[in-house]
């Protein structure tokens, strides 16, 4: 087994690929596939921190729209990532892998709420840490959550597991001679107005100095591969 590059790491998983393709709901085949490699990396010895998003359930802002209070829309979405965190710790737990789901919001009947220093204690012995609700606050995204995280817990890498294979300097379905970048710089994502997370979170990495790698989920071995140091995606830093 190739020896990692990291030792803790921080990955976001969005809601809409714990769907699969249905786009809604949970496909628990893929998220079995996902376990799977999540297990590999913590045999490993990496240390594995996940962020998740709801969008698979509910998005605030675009789901509700202009027919509730953003802040509400986005409540709702905060819980859209909680029980997708659950979903997630009882496949890893029926995979044999210990987890703890830590949530922003309140809700000990199902979780731990966000402590920093217990979550580092738990992945320190090995444990799978899923941070659940995001930030914890309306009108900050779950991408922003999986760099704060990363942040707080000193993550080296955060690991953003997309529906694209990296960075292009177009939308590759709408522009077919699109570049695919191997490498970018914060200032050039924020520049170029890139999709690869909202501005605060890349804001928030470039003042932070944490790379972001981001890669295609389609392949789940990519999560690996990722963790060892192969070149794949695109690694926003510097």
């Given at each position: 087994m190739a020896q990692p590059k990291y030792k803790r790491v921080l990955l976001k998983v969005s809601g809409e690929a714990l769907a699969g393709d249905a786009s809604k709901g949970l496909d628990f085949q893929v998220i079995g596939e996902v376990c799977d490699v999540v297990k590999k990396c913590v045999e490993s010895g990496v240390q594995v921190g996940i962020v998740v998003g709801g969008g698979n359930f509910w998005r605030g802002m675009k789901d509700g729209g202009d027919k509730m209070v953003r802040v509400r829309a986005d409540h709702m979405g905060m819980l859209a990532t909680a029980i997708n965190a659950l979903a997630l710790a009882d496949v890893l737990e029926q995979k044999g892998v210990e987890v703890r789901v830590q949530t922003?919001?309140?809700?000990?009947?199902?979780?731990?709420?966000?402590?920093?220093?217990?979550?580092?204690?738990?992945?320190?012995?090995?444990?799978?840490?899923?941070?659940?609700?995001?930030?914890?606050?309306?009108?900050?995204?779950?991408d922003t959550a999986a760099v704060l995280r990363a942040a707080e817990i000193d993550a080296e890498v955060i690991l953003l597991a997309k529906n694209i294979d990296g960075v292009y300097s177009a939308d590759p379905k709408k522009v077919?001679?699109?570049?695919?970048?191997?490498?970018?710089?914060?200032?050039?994502?924020?520049?170029?107005?890139?999709?690869?997370?909202?501005?605060?979170?890349?804001?928030?990495?470039?003042?932070?100095?944490?790379?972001?790698?981001?890669f295609a989920l389609k392949d789940r071995e990519n999560i690996y591969r990722a963790v060892v140091g192969e070149k794949i995606g695109t690694i926003v830093e510097g």
């Amino acid at each position: 087994m190739a020896q990692p590059k990291y030792k803790r790491v921080l990955l976001k998983v969005s809601g809409e690929a714990l769907a699969g393709d249905a786009s809604k709901g949970l496909d628990f085949q893929v998220i079995g596939e996902v376990c799977d490699v999540v297990k590999k990396c913590v045999e490993s010895g990496v240390q594995v921190g996940i962020v998740v998003g709801g969008g698979n359930f509910w998005r605030g802002m675009k789901d509700g729209g202009d027919k509730m209070v953003r802040v509400r829309a986005d409540h709702m979405g905060m819980l859209a990532t909680a029980i997708n965190a659950l979903a997630l710790a009882d496949v890893l737990e029926q995979k044999g892998v210990e987890v703890r789901v830590q949530t922003a919001v309140e809700m000990r009947s199902l979780a731990e709420p966000y402590i920093r220093s217990r979550a580092i204690r738990h992945l320190e012995k090995g444990r799978v840490v899923i941070f659940g609700c995001g930030t914890g606050n309306p009108f900050f995204s779950t991408d922003t959550a999986a760099v704060l995280r990363a942040a707080e817990i000193d993550a080296e890498v955060i690991l953003l597991a997309k529906n694209i294979d990296g960075v292009y300097s177009a939308d590759p379905k709408k522009v077919p001679d699109a570049v695919k970048y191997d490498s970018i710089s914060y200032a050039d994502v924020l520049a170029q107005r890139l999709q690869v997370m909202d501005s605060t979170a890349t804001s928030l990495s470039m003042d932070n100095k944490i790379p972001v790698l981001l890669f295609a989920l389609k392949d789940r071995e990519n999560i690996y591969r990722a963790v060892v140091g192969e070149k794949i995606g695109t690694i926003v830093e510097g």
